[in-house]
């Protein structure tokens, strides 16, 4: 076995297990594959043994590497979004995970709109508010929401966060429930056109702590693909 095909089969039991923890079954939780900066080939491999959903962080990747997959592919953007670059992966992802500005949904309506079709979006929120993070205040996304409701070609499909780096994953349980807390009280509130059935969060390093506060999709890369390599 290759190890990507390995690394995978590894993953899959680990969610199977972490979700059964949290009284789910593992159809309930959607393995992300994050590929930035890696190659097609590894990319072909993955999705050769089953991976269907990958992750990038920037639109300029997305548009490179697009056509050499196959259209089965479900393409998610996950990293910071700028509203000028919305218009190029419109037509390309299943979903973007890093809304947290009513300007950038506000865009990403007009963008949809335009091609005719409904994007679903997940707001990013910041637990631990570093400034260096982006992603709303658990604060401001009650009143940013009632907003991005309005909005017709968007629909609000819950929340994502990235917690911070930690050196045991335990240190992030109490990340996980604030965020899986913050979407029992958003969905508790109806509010129009804003659904809170996805929690996209946990990486590599702490996927099984967030499974079992109730994540229902991960983004793993490093466990699934090896270290990045960023040049210069
Ligand atoms: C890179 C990245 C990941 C994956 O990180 P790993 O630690 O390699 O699993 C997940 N989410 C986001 C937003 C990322 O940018």
Same mark, same amino acid.
């Given at each position: ?34 590929? +930035? ?76 709109? +335009? ?61 996980? +429930? ?52 960023? +040049?210069?």
């Amino acid at each position: 076995m290759t190890n990507i095909q390995m690394n995978l089969s590894n993953i899959h039991k680990n969610i199977e297990e972490a979700a059964l923890t949290s009284g789910r079954d593992k159809e309930a939780v959607t393995l992300i594959g994050v590929t +930035k900066t890696k190659p097609i080939d590894d990319m072909l491999k993955a999705v050769q043994h089953g991976l269907i959903h990958v992750g990038e962080n920037k639109v300029q990747e997305i548009r490179q590497k697009y056509d050499a997959l196959p259209n089965t592919v479900k393409w998610h953007m996950i990293g910071h979004l700028q509203t000028n670059k919305v218009k190029y992966i419109m037509d390309k992802v299943t979903m973007i995970h890093s809304v947290d500005s009513i300007r950038l949904a506000e865009k990403i309506n007009q963008e949809a709109e +335009k091609i005719g079709r409904i994007m679903d979006i997940l707001i990013q929120v910041n637990v631990v508010d570093e400034a260096t993070k982006f992603g709303l205040s658990l604060q401001s996304v009650m009143q940013v929401l009632k907003v991005i409701g309005r909005f017709k070609f968007i629909q609000v499909k819950g929340l994502m966060t990235i917690a911070p780096y930690v050196i045991n994953p335990e240190d992030n349980r109490a990340v996980f +429930k604030k965020i899986k807390q913050l979407s029992v009280d958003i969905k508790s509130k109806n509010l129009n056109n804003i659904s809170m059935d996805i929690l996209s969060m946990g990486m590599t390093n702490d996927y099984k702590v967030a499974i079992e506060e109730g994540a229902t999709m991960v983004r793993v890369g490093t466990g699934i693909f090896g270290k990045r390599m960023y +040049k210069g």
